[in-house]
C-alpha cells in the first residue's frame, strides 16, 4: 500500500503504556510461536475476545503471521451469542484475555474449539519467537485476513470475510484520499471488532507507520475527558459515530491545545446541525461525514475538507464506484441513472468482502455483477456525490408517499430540549402505516413537549408528520451507536402513544 511503513507506535492513554515497533515485532513474533505450538495453522479461524489494547494488535499480527484468520467479538456477549457465532463459523480457537466464564468455554469446547489465553505483554518475557514472515505478503494477498460479524449475535448474525488483498485495497484508496500527515497521532476509541473501528481508524494509520492511541469504546466517563485526552496526548485525528457526541457535545470540555486537524464521522449519516456543532468544539479540525459498510472494509466515500454541512451528504467515493437504482446495475460498467432520484445505493470495489462465510446463498443475494446492494437509501447528485436518505428496511410507506427517519430525526434533533429521538413506522391499518416518533427529553414535562411539536409542525411536510408520539427513558442502539428500530418500535408498541392533537393550543 502507497506510504506503508510497517506498525507504528501503540499507546494505551488510561494505562500510559506504549509499545514502539520493535518491542511490537517481538511481541508478534512470540505469539505466533506461542500460538503455532498450540496448534493453530494456516486457514484456521480464531476468536478474539478481547479488543482495544496493545495485546488485541500484536494478536491480531501474530495470527496473521501464522497464517490463520481473526475473527474479533464483542467482549460483551454472552454465553448464548458467542455459542450463536461460533455455531455459525466454527472456530478451531478461542484468545481470551483471562479465563472465559465456566459456561461459555465449556461451550466453545463442546464446539470443537480450544480456548487460548492471550498473555499480557510483561509475561513473554523471553519467550521463543517465530521467524517467518507474515501472512500478508503479496503472496498470500488472496489468503483470508478477517471474519467480521454483522446483522446481530443472537439471530442469523452474517459473518463478512475479507481477504488480505480487500483490506489492502482498502487502505490503498484511504492513502489517495486521507492524508498520512494529519493521521500521525491517530485516537481510536471505536471498538476494534468493527470495520470502522478496527480497519481504518486503527489499523490503515498505524500500518502506516503512525502513532495510534486505544481506548475503551464508548465508555461515558472516557468521552467526558475527551478533549483533555486530545490536548494532553496531541492527538491530531480521531474518528467517531454520531452517538458519541450526543454526550461530548453536552458535557466534554473542547480542546485547547489546536492540535486536533481531522475528524471523521461514520456508521450513521450525520445532521448539518450536529456536523457543525462537532465542527465548533474541535475549532481547528476539517470535520468530514464518511460511509462505509462492514462489507466493503468500512470507508468507501466521505466529504470533502471545503464541503458545507448538510443532512445525509456523505462525499465522493474512495476506490469506490456507486450507483444509485431500484433494480441495480445490469453489469460490470453499467452507467448511473437519473440524478437526484433516491434508490437503493449499489458499491463496485476492489476492497469488497470475499463474501459471507458458509453462506453462499446471501452472498449471491447481495452481489450482482460485482456490485454490493448497501441496503441503503440514497441519491447522487451532479457533482457525484452521494446523500443518504436511510435504510431500505426502515423506508415507511405512508399513504404511497416515502418517509424517510432520518428526515424526521434531523428535523427533532434541532430542538434544543431533545436528548435523542427514533422515528419509525407503526401499522396505521388498511395496509398503510403511519409515522412514529420516540424521543428522550431532558425535561419531559407537557409544555417542553408542546413545544417540540410546534417546532417539528413548522419544518415538515404533512404527510412527514409524526401521527404517535412517545417519550422514552432511552433509545436502544447497537454498539456503534445506530439506532435500533425494531427495538425501539416494539418498546413502543406496549405505551401508550401521545396523540398529537393533544399537544396543539
Not at 508478534?28 to 476468536?47: E, H, K, M, Q, T
Not at 403511519?434 to 415538515?460: M, Q, S
Request: glycine share 10%; hydrophobic share 45%.
Amino acid at each position: 500500500m502507497k506510504g506503508h511503513a510497517g506498525p507504528g507506535e501503540l499507546h494505551e492513554p488510561l494505562s500510559g503504556r506504549v509499545w514502539d515497533p520493535p518491542t511490537i515485532r517481538r511481541q508478534r513474533n512470540r505469539r505466533a510461536a506461542l500460538y503455532a505450538s498450540a496448534g493453530i495453522a494456516p486457514g484456521d479461524l480464531v476468536f478474539l475476545h478481547h479488543g482495544n489494547t496493545l495485546e488485541f494488535f500484536a494478536d491480531l499480527l501474530a495470527l496473521w503471521t501464522v497464517g490463520a484468520v481473526a475473527a474479533p467479538v464483542d467482549p460483551r456477549l454472552t454465553a448464548f451469542e458467542v455459542e450463536t457465532l461460533a455455531r455459525v463459523v466454527h472456530p478451531r480457537a478461542t484468545l481470551w484475555p483471562s479465563a472465559p466464564p465456566a459456561e461459555i468455554g465449556v461451550t466453545l469446547s463442546g464446539l470443537g474449539a480450544a480456548v487460548l489465553m492471550s498473555p499480557r505483554g510483561d509475561d513473554l518475557d523471553g519467550e521463543p519467537a517465530l521467524d517467518r514472515p507474515a501472512a500478508a505478503a503479496s503472496d498470500d494477498a488472496d489468503r483470508d485476513a478477517l471474519v467480521l460479524f454483522t446483522s446481530g449475535t443472537t439471530g442469523s448474525p452474517k459473518a463478512v470475510v475479507h481477504t488480505h488483498r480487500s483490506l489492502r485495497a482498502r487502505w490503498a484508496a484511504l492513502a489517495e484520499h486521507v492524508d498520512l500527515d494529519d493521521l500521525r497521532r491517530t485516537l481510536c476509541l471505536l471498538p476494534t471488532h468493527f470495520g470502522h473501528g478496527l480497519i481504518c481508524n486503527a489499523l490503515y494509520p498505524w500500518l502506516s507507520g503512525q502513532r495510534l492511541a486505544v481506548l475503551p469504546p464508548f465508555r461515558s466517563d472516557v468521552i467526558l475527558q475527551l478533549g483533555a485526552l486530545v490536548d494532553e496526548h496531541a492527538i491530531t485525528f480521531l474518528s467517531s459515530v454520531p452517538g458519541l457526541w450526543r454526550l461530548a457535545l453536552r458535557a466534554a470540555r473542547a480542546p485547547r491545545a489546536g492540535t486536533l486537524r481531522r475528524v471523521f464521522c461514520g456508521s450513521a449519516p450525520l445532521t448539518a446541525t450536529t456536523w457543525r456543532e462537532i465542527a465548533e468544539w474541535t475549532r481547528t479540525a476539517t470535520v468530514s461525514n464518511v460511509y462505509g459498510l462492514t462489507e466493503t472494509a468500512s470507508w468507501l466515500a466521505g466529504t470533502a475538507p471545503e464541503a458545507e454541512p448538510e443532512d445525509g451528504l456523505v462525499g465522493h467515493p474512495w476506490g469506490a464506484i456507486l450507483r444509485v437504482g431500484a433494480g441495480g446495475p445490469a453489469g460490470p460498467d453499467d452507467p448511473q441513472g437519473p440524478l437526484d432520484l433516491v434508490e437503493p445505493v449499489w458499491v463496485r470495489t476492489p476492497a469488497l468482502m470475499r463474501g459471507y462465510l458458509g453462506r453462499d446463498d446471501l452472498t449471491r443475494d447481495a452481489i450482482r455483477h460485482g456490485w454490493l446492494r448497501t441496503g441503503d437509501l440514497g441519491c447522487l447528485d451532479a457533482s457525484g456525490r452521494l446523500h443518504l436518505r436511510g435504510r431500505e428496511r426502515d423506508e415507511i410507506n405512508r399513504g404511497g408517499l416515502k418517509v424517510y427517519p432520518g428526515d424526521v430525526e434531523a428535523v427533532v434533533e434541532q430542538f434544543h430540549g431533545v436528548l435523542d429521538c427514533c422515528a419509525f413506522g407503526q401499522d396505521g391499518g388498511a395496509g398503510e402505516e403511519e409515522v412514529a416518533l420516540a424521543v428522550v427529553l431532558d425535561a419531559g414535562d407537557a409544555a417542553t413537549l408542546r413545544r417540540l411539536h410546534a417546532w417539528v409542525l413548522e419544518r415538515l411536510a404533512a404527510y412527514q408528520l409524526p401521527r404517535r408520539w412517545y417519550v422514552v427513558d432511552e433509545i436502544p442502539r447497537t454498539a456503534v451507536g445506530k439506532a435500533r428500530r425494531a427495538q425501539a418500535a416494539a418498546r413502543c408498541a406496549v405505551l401508550r402513544a401521545i396523540d398529537p392533537r393533544d399537544l396543539t393550543g
